[in-house]
T-cell receptor, first 114, second 114 residues
Framework: KAGVTQTPRYLIKTRGQQVTLSCSPISGHRSVSWYQQTPGQGLQFLFEYFSETQRNKGNFPGRFSGRQFSNSRSEMNVSTLELGDSALYLC?????????????FGNGTRLTVT | AQSVAQPEDQVNVAEGNPLTVKCTYSVSGNPYLFWYVQYPNRGLQFLLKYITGDNLVKGSYGFEAEFNKSQTSFHLKKPSALVSDSALYFCAVRDEGGSYIPTFGRGTSLIVHP
């Protein structure tokens, strides 16, 4: 089975631009979560989608948004990029969105904002 | 509310020696505990979990973890460290009756010296 796939792996954007990141979960997985990882803040939860519905949301400004499609693939969008948005963005999936089930992570998208 | 602490930013150990990476947690109900490992420029990989039952949990790559309810700890251990174990290790917790979204520790960098 293929793992969680995130594209692109690397992105360089300029302040004020917007960006869209993509995540394809493991086949059959219905829950997709997004995390921001930075050296200073560690892993911070952005949002989680389950069967196309946003089920949980972290404490990020409205510039950060996401969606999930009927095939469980997910995208996240960041508008009006700021320098502080530079980070590794990780996507994670799980088959059933249950608390006993571990997450399966992709290798992330490294976003650099200049 | 749920929280997790990894008191050591970095652990150094010589190859062949036993290693321990510490994790303590706080939850309202019963804890569901997870360990993940992250290699450079990669996503997190699931190592092992504690849900219920035997306090000693065995996982991937020879790692194990001991759940201690009275000390609210879930330390990761390995009897003999390898240089290839050098990576960033994350402990995560979910509360049995709480949110699906896990709380991650800030991570511990394990360095195994040859």
């Amino acid at each position: 089975k293929a793992g969680v796939t995130q594209t692109p792996r690397y992105l360089i954007k300029t302040r004020g631009q917007q960006v869209t990141l993509s995540c394809s979960p493991i086949s059959g997985h219905r829950s997709v979560s997004w995390y921001q990882q930075t050296p200073g803040q560690g892993l911070q939860f952005l949002f989680e989608y389950f069967s196309e519905t946003q089920r949980n949301k972290g404490n990020f400004p409205g510039r950060f948004s996401g969606r999930q499609f009927s095939n469980s693939r997910s995208e996240m969008n960041v508008s009006t990029l700021e320098l502080g948005d530079s980070a590794l963005y990780l996507c994670a999936s799980s088959p059933d969105g249950q608390v006993v089930t571990p997450l399966h992570f992709g290798n992330g998208t490294r976003l650099t904002v200049t | 509310a749920q929280s997790v602490a990894q008191p050591e930013d970095q652990v150094n150990v010589a190859e062949g020696n036993p290693l321990t990476v510490k994790c303590t947690y706080s939850v309202s109900g019963n804890p569901y505990l997870f360990w993940y490992v992250q290699y450079p420029n990669r996503g997190l990989q699931f190592l092992l979990k504690y849900i219920t039952g035997d306090n000693l949990v065995k996982g991937s790559y020879g790692f194990e973890a001991e759940f201690n309810k009275s000390q609210t700890s879930f330390h990761l251990k390995k009897p003999s460290a390898l240089v290839s174990d050098s990576a960033l290790y994350f402990c995560a917790v979910r509360d049995e009756g709480g949110s699906y979204i896990p709380t991650f520790g800030r991570g511990t960098s394990l360095i195994v010296h040859p």
